[in-house]
Every structure is written in structure tokens, then in C-alpha cells.
């Protein structure tokens, strides 16, 4: 499985952007994790594959928004809402027999696409 991620850049609070993150292969769970700097890699969102469940970290829960396009093996992080807390490098991971007591465990991963830089400024 290879990912690719896409779509960080510069924010001002309050805005909104869009993650994207291109996925070759099959993967059960798709997940966003996030890393401030000099801090350890969070979970953020994740998304099983079929059947598009997707579960949140509080932090975020009813500003971003995670989704899947099957056809475009496509998996986006809406972030609306942004502040400045939320900035760090996104990652996004597959794993293909993940379970979903571990979704949330960035070492349940076993692949990774390189980090986007989100930066929201106040």
C-alpha cells in the first residue's frame, strides 16, 4: 500500500482547508494522525473502508470531517474551523488488518504517506 498526501499550506484561524491523501492498494481503516513539533504523532480521524464509519479525536470532532471516494481510492480531511493548536504535519496511514480498538494507536499503521505541513495562524 502506498499513500500520498497533499493539501497543507498557511491558515489564518478560523479558516478552513483540505487534506487529501491518495491510497494504492486495499487497506481496511484509513486514518489522519497529526504531529506538532517536538511532539509525539496524534491521532485525528479515521475512516474504515467499507462501509465509511469514521471516528474522531475530541479535539476535532464536529469541526474536521473524514471521507473516502472509492472510485478515486481518494481519502480527504475537511478541517473547518481551524486554530492555531491545530497546527502540525498530517499524515495520513492504511493498514490492511488493523482492528478497530487500535484505530486510534499511530504504531497499529503499518503504512504511511509523507506529512503535510498545516500551519494556522492567529
Given amino acids: 500500500v502506498q499513500l500520498q498526501a497533499s493539501g497543507g499550506g498557511v491558515v489564518q484561524a478560523g479558516g478552513s482547508m483540505r487534506l487529501s491523501c491518495v491510497v494504492s492498494g ?7 494522525f497529526r504531529q506538532p513539533l ?3 504523532r496524534e491521532f485525528v480521524a479515521s475512516i474504515k473502508w467499507s462501509g465509511g464509519s469514521t471516528y474522531y479525536a475530541d479535539s476535532v470532532r464536529g469541526r474536521f470531517t473524514i471521507s473516502r471516494d472509492n472510485a478515486k481510492n481518494m ?4 478541517m473547518n474551523s481551524l486554530k492555531p493548536e491545530d497546527t502540525a504535519v498530517y499524515y495520513c496511514a492504511a493498514d490492511e488488518r488493523i482492528i478497530l480498538s487500535s484505530i486510534r494507536n499511530p504504531q497499529a ?6 506529512g503535510t505541513q498545516v500551519t494556522v495562524s492567529s
Avoid at 26 to 32: E, F, L, P, T, V
Avoid at 109 to 114: A, E, I, K, N
Fill in 75 to 78: 481519502v480527504y480531511l475537511n
Fill in 26 to 32: 486495499s487497506a481496511r481503516y484509513m486514518g489522519w
Fill in 38 to 40: 517536538e511532539k509525539e
Fill in 109 to 114: 499503521y503499518d503504512y504511511w504517506g509523507q
